[in-house]
C-alpha cells in the first residue's frame, strides 16, 4: 500500500524545472508577471554551487514557492568534459554571465523582473535555511 502511495505522489509532484534561454524565460515572466531567478554554477566542480542545489533549491520550501512565483534560469559552467554543453548553450550562458555576472562568481543567483531589472543578489552560498531564503526572495517580490 505504501508503495502505491508513493508512486502516485511521484505521478502527481511535478519536479521544479529550470530553464536554460534567458530570453525565453523573460517572455514566460513578462506572460505570467513572475519574477526570474538566475542561478550561475558550476555544477561538477563548485562545492558551494552543489550545496546550494541540494541544501536550498531541491528542498520543498524552495520548490513550493517556486513552483507558484518564479521563472528559474540556470546558467551551467561545468568543466568535465563529459558534462559539457552544446556551444550553443554556452554562449547563452556566456551573454547571460555578461549581463548579470561580470565577475564570474560562483555560485551567483540573482533576483530580476519580468524586464530583466536586478532586485536582489546573492554571493556564494546563503548561510541561511530554505525558509529563510524563500522569505529574502518573498521580500523582493512586488
Known amino acids: 500500500m505504501k508503495l502505491l502511495f508513493v508512486a502516485l505522489l511521484g505521478f502527481f509532484l511535478t519536479p ?15 506572460s505570467t508577471h513572475k519574477q526570474i531567478l538566475i542561478n550561475f554554477s558550476g555544477s561538477d566542480w563548485c562545492g558551494p554551487c552543489i550545496r546550494l542545489k541540494s541544501e536550498i533549491f531541491e528542498t520543498q520550501d524552495f520548490e513550493t514557492y517556486a513552483d507558484g512565483n518564479l521563472i528559474l534560469v540556470k546558467a551551467d559552467f561545468p568543466r568535465q568534459k563529459k558534462n559539457q554543453l552544446a ?16 565577475d564570474g562568481k560562483f555560485p551567483f543567483t540573482v533576483l530580476v523582473d519580468e524586464n530583466g531589472k536586478v532586485l536582489k543578489t546573492w554571493d556564494g552560498f546563503p548561510g541561511e535555511s530554505p525558509a529563510a531564503f524563500v522569505a529574502e526572495i518573498a521580500k523582493n517580490s512586488k
Open 16 to 30: 521544479t524545472v529550470w530553464m536554460q534561454n534567458f530570453s525565453e524565460a523573460q517572455k514566460e515572466a513578462k
Open 87 to 102: 556551444k550553443e548553450q554556452v554562449k547563452l550562458n556566456e551573454q547571460l554571465a555578461e549581463t548579470y555576472n561580470k
